[in-house]
């Protein structure tokens, strides 16, 4: 499985995944889902990947392939973000079309992608690519779109990001929903990838790829921690709470006590 | 879809559930999943039930009446938490049957159960009877158990259950881990019933039905969206900001600053 997720806020994007894959639970590994395409002062695109890894690695290859070439739609030619999402899927079900006239066997090629980005003098922009080529936008009232093993991590996305919500604050916010399913799911796994843009920043943002031991990534899961125990510790007490509290001040104060 | 729990720490159970049930968007209801059945000061029993509402109507008809019978295994007569469990589930599978060698359309009358609760002299136990009838407890080190819609609820559970935990605090546990599922899901929903028992306490326990507009569970859910707000400002800054806080000193102090 998979855990990839953006955030999009007034000051910019976050992108955020796991890298756990497997085929089976004999046959696990780390592979990157994270892939950026940077044409410094004029456009910046990320990719995460989650699916079929041999389609999303040809997906990949493509992408670059096409932005070399002269000619033909490409991340380096596409007028919008728009455009640009429509040409990822696109070429991603060209390559999963491949794969299934090749196939004797009903196996499963698909692939999501979560692709966003930002274009010189246009708005950024974060798209969910479905394995059909097709694909949504964010809204205002839902700032954020996730991919694979999503319900872990989602209510604290729910509970914290809204558009003003500032971008550094989001991009650690980003960091805890995917601890909180590493810690709660297997088949997500660490390094971490977290990259951090800022709104008209067109070249590349700040990235982050964050090891178990990583002394920051630690830093954070332990403030977590911290922090959870805090805000339970401050939840309000339940009415019969306060009375045996109030037996027992007046039980320790020697007052006579009635039973119940 | 429901969201069943139950937590067992040293000082006793918890048991939450919500209430919603749906046959389709378009039949959607409320029905209360939490059913306890109390000999006083002798044992004292809770059963969550999920799944076909049929089935666990059935269920829980079959558990009273049994009980009320004189002859005969039921809640009243067993020796102990497990055969209590044995029964349970050979009641479910007895009812399922029943309804399968009725049905012409292969319909789904499966009904899963988290059951527990305490028979005087022994140890509380909870347990998660499948609908195969067969059936697992918690652990100490995994010291809950999860029917339904479980994965928006875990991570709080992973980070703040332990054997050790404070029995009311296990409550508002549960009732956080319910509140974030609710938001995060249409199909689980109030009122959110919560049942707190103390160990060796056999008279009943803790009852609470919390609707959304109870000032408890507000004040819960408000309480902790704030929790949450400030452990998310007390997570660690990414080395950048402190740079850029350094420079904005620098800037507002007047200094001359070098561009990188």
Redesign the interface.
């Known amino acids: 499985m998979t855990y990839c997720l953006a955030i999009k806020v007034d000051e910019g994007l976050v992108f955020a995944s796991d890298s756990r894959t497997n085929a089976g639970v004999d046959h696990v590994s780390t592979y990157s889902k994270m892939h950026s395409f940077s044409w410094a002062d004029n456009r910046f695109f990320v990719l995460l990947s989650s699916g079929n890894l041999a389609t999303t690695q040809a997906v990949v290859k493509r992408v670059k392939a096409d932005s070399e070439d002269a000619g033909g739609a490409s991340l380096r030619t596409v007028s919008d973000m728009d455009a640009a999402a429509n040409y990822l899927g696109k070429i991603s079900t060209d390559i999963q079309r491949i794969q299934v006239e090749r196939d004797t066997a009903k196996s499963n090629f698909e692939a999501t992608f979560i692709f966003g980005g930002q274009i010189a003098g246009q708005e950024p922009a974060i798209f969910l690519v479905y394995p059909q080529g097709n694909y949504i936008h964010e809204s205002a009232e839902h700032p954020f779109l996730q991919v694979g093993e999503t ?6 996305l ?3 990001i809204r558009p003003n919500t500032q971008l ?2 989001a ?3 980003a960091l ?1 929903s995917i601890n ?2 590493i ?3 297997l088949t997500v796994g660490p390094p971490v990838e977290l990259l ?1 843009f800022a709104k008209d920043s067109l070249n590349g943002g ?1 990235r ?1 790829a964050l090891t178990e031991n990583d002394p ?1 990534y630690r ?2 899961s332990d ?19 306060d009375e045996l509290k109030t037996a027992q001040m007046v039980q320790e104060a020697g007052y006579p006590q009635s039973m119940g």
Do not use: M, Q
């Open positions: 319900k872990y991590g989602k209510p604290i729910d509970r914290a550094e604050l991009g650690r916010c805890v909180s399913t810690r709660s799911n951090i700040r982050l920051f830093a954070l403030a977590w921690n911290e922090g959870i125990r805090h805000a339970l510790n401050g939840l309000p007490p339940f009415d019969w709470e």
